[in-house]
């Protein structure tokens, strides 16, 4: 009689459970049958504890340790004990028809060890021992995922989903993956798919939880959480989620309160900590905005979201000599936001530094394209950053950036192509190799570069560099492009505006209303948004709200030329249809002069 291995999916855990082989049941009296019996089926529901004594009992019986050492491991890791794990996976002595599941398991540990190159090694065994499976193929893309092979993840969550396609984790797996590339829609479908199948897994509710939030589909999103609290009470997932559904919809005191009772901060989740910050500044609490963004900037140094709103929450607090600090270079560069110009003008004017806060202010309200690429500047000098090579990724980033910056473009693509030829399936790879084809190898390359990098993730920064070369060079279509993005992503309200503005410019003036009117409702306090919506009016003949859209506007940015032309247009046609109101003509072409004058 030949006895086989019958592997299982365990649904809770990165791989397959190990079901223990029937060969025990070939090589002993009955009465070790048992204890195997036991031992798998508390396996396959994830109880690592009963399955640990129910292995140990089998040992007792008098089954051989390389049999059962990889299931052991498998119950240890089930329950969280790494290195007791390690003790029966670690030597590596497994029985030739258990190899296949004992290398998946050591792989795992490694995985949660960190120690992601031994992960790689051992999951390789296991498919060498021919243990490939369902699960196998979800670590393996976690794994890759995580060490920056982006592109060969998606290809091993395709070959799990090939497998199984009616399997939760590996739905769930290529999901996370949709998510990240901006498919929003699509990543629902799948995550629907999974609950069919799964209706009581948790993972998969909050995973749709936050895909539905991401769709801006709040109730939903809430009926999810509710089941996930039936289901896991002291899942504290749930209130995390909650406490972002309630800051997108301007509930701010509750946003806080939420996040507090989830723990995520202690965890020091940067996700967390962004939201903390955000919710302490709308809850008149700079001072601790200001704090953990100082932490998370530290932690994500180049998160230029995180930059912005640490100078708003020390501009708020009233830390002007801080700001000015930690400001006052990085917003002398062309590519600083103008809003952060703005915020170190207005510190310096505070400070009564009047003629140093005018060129900043006035660098602040230089017109510029809101899609034009600028070349960041590296954090150093050149010579520093040549002097640390580019062996590590961060190090590339910072000789790529001091080398487009000082114009040398040819070598700048050599460097980041030598990168992504080190890491060819990593966005950040792809996403600096697009950066330096823009300036020294052409938009086409960039193009090719970029477009590689969305398949992996599809954020606002990369629709902008798409959207700026896609017109460079004439291959594709803009519009598409960013209503594409936008259907995607409507929780974003940037690509709300720029879709509405790209209508509006075409004389689409019925067709760049919602999107106009979404962005205003996300970015209250965007004047671009506003005058967008002055501009709008001004088109359909509404002086009145014209005038309205634009002051609102003008007070957020008071500095910007476009704005300030936007709301002497509206005073000019406010005043025109209104021959009692001259004051409003004359506001207007005093406000003509005073652009002139710059």
């Known amino acids: 009689m030949t006895c086989t291995p019958e592997p299982a999916r365990r649904r809770h855990g990165l791989i397959a459970a190990l079901l223990l082989v029937a060969i025990a049941g070939c090589a002993g009296p009955a009465e070790r049958e048992a204890p195997l019996g036991r031992a798998q089926e508390a396996l396959a529901r994830g109880d690592g504890v009963a399955a640990e004594a129910a292995l140990r009992d089998a040992l007792d019986a008098g089954v051989p340790q390389p049999e059962l050492a990889a299931s052991l ?19 590596e002595k497994f029985s030739a028809e258990s190899q296949g599941e004992g290398y998946s398991a050591l792989g795992e540990l490694e995985y949660r060890a960190g120690n992601l190159p031994a992960s790689g090694r051992a999951f390789d065994k296991a498919l060498a021992a021919g243990g490939e499976s369902i699960a196998l193929w979800v670590a393996i893309a976690r794994l890759r995922y995580r060490g920056g092979e982006q592109l060969q993840a998606i290809e091993a969550a395709d070959r799990a989903l090939a497998l199984g396609p009616d399997d939760p984790a590996a739905l769930e797996l290529r999901a996370q993956l949709l998510r990240d590339a901006g498919d929003m829609p699509r990543a629902l479908a799948l995550l629907d798919r999974a609950l069919a199948l799964a209706p009581d897994d948790s993972n998969l509710l909050v995973e749709r939880a936050s895909t539905l939030g991401d769709l801006g589909q709040a109730r939903a999103a809430l009926r999810d959480i509710r089941r996930l609290t039936e289901l896991a009470p002291k ?3 749930a209130f995390y989620l909650q406490a972002v559904i309630a800051a997108r919809g ?5 946003a806080r309160t939420l996040l507090l009772r989830s723990g995520e901060i202690e965890r020091r989740v940067p996700a967390a900590i962004l939201l903390s910050a955000i919710t302490d500044l709308e809850n008149g609490n700079p001072e601790a905005a200001a704090s953990q963004l100082s932490r998370l900037r530290r932690l994500q140094p180049d998160n230029a979201r995180v930059t912005l709103l640490l100078a708003r929450a020390l501009a ?3 830390a002007n000599e801080e700001l000015v600090y930690r400001f006052a270079i990085p ?4 590519s600083a936001a103008p809003y952060l110009q703005l915020l170190v003008g207005r510190a310096y004017e505070q400070l009564g530094d009047r003629r140093t806060a005018a060129l900043y202010l006035d660098a602040a309200a230089r017109p510029r394209n809101s899609l034009a690429l600028v070349p960041i500047a590296p954090d150093g000098s050149l010579d520093g950053a040549r002097s640390r090579g580019a062996a590590t990724p961060r190090d590339a980033l910072m000789l790529v950036r001091g080398l487009v910056a000082s114009g040398q473009g040819a070598e700048a693509v050599r460097v980041a192509e030598a990168n992504l030829a080190r890491a060819p399936g990593s966005f950040d790879a ?3 190799a697009g950066d330096a084809a823009l300036v020294g190898g052409g938009p086409s390359a960039a193009l090719a570069h970029y477009r590689r990098a969305a398949e992996i993730r599809l954020s606002w920064p990369l629709v902008e560099r798409l959207l700026a070369v896609t017109r460079r060079t004439g291959e594709g279509d803009a519009e598409r492009l960013l209503s594409a993005y936008a259907a995607r992503a409507p929780m974003d309200g940037v690509a709300a505006r720029e879709l509405a503005r790209l209508r509006l410019a075409r004389g689409e003036l019925a067709a760049s209303a919602e999107p106009a009117a979404r962005a205003i409702r996300l970015r209250p306090r965007d004047p671009a948004a506003w005058a967008l919506r002055a501009d709008q009016a001004l088109a359909a003949g509404q002086a009145s709200a014209a005038e309205t859209y634009a002051r609102r506007a003008f007070r957020l940015h008071r500095a910007d030329p476009a704005i300030r032309r936007t709301l002497a247009s509206a005073l000019e046609a406010a005043g025109a249809g209104n021959p009692a109101a001259p004051l409003n003509v004359t506001l207007a072409q005093a406000t003509r ?3 002139a004058r710059r």
Do not use: C, K, S, V
């Open 73 to 91: 491991g498998r119950a240890e890791l089930l329950q969280n004990d790494l290195l007791a794990a390690r003790q029966w996976l670690g030597p």
């Open 235 to 237: 899942d504290q997932r």
């Open 250 to 254: 301007g509930d701010f005191r509750l």
């Open 316 to 318: 708020a607090g009233g």
């Open 331 to 334: 917003a002398r560069r062309d």
């Open 430 to 432: 792809l996403l600096l």
């Open 593 to 595: 002069g005073q652009l």
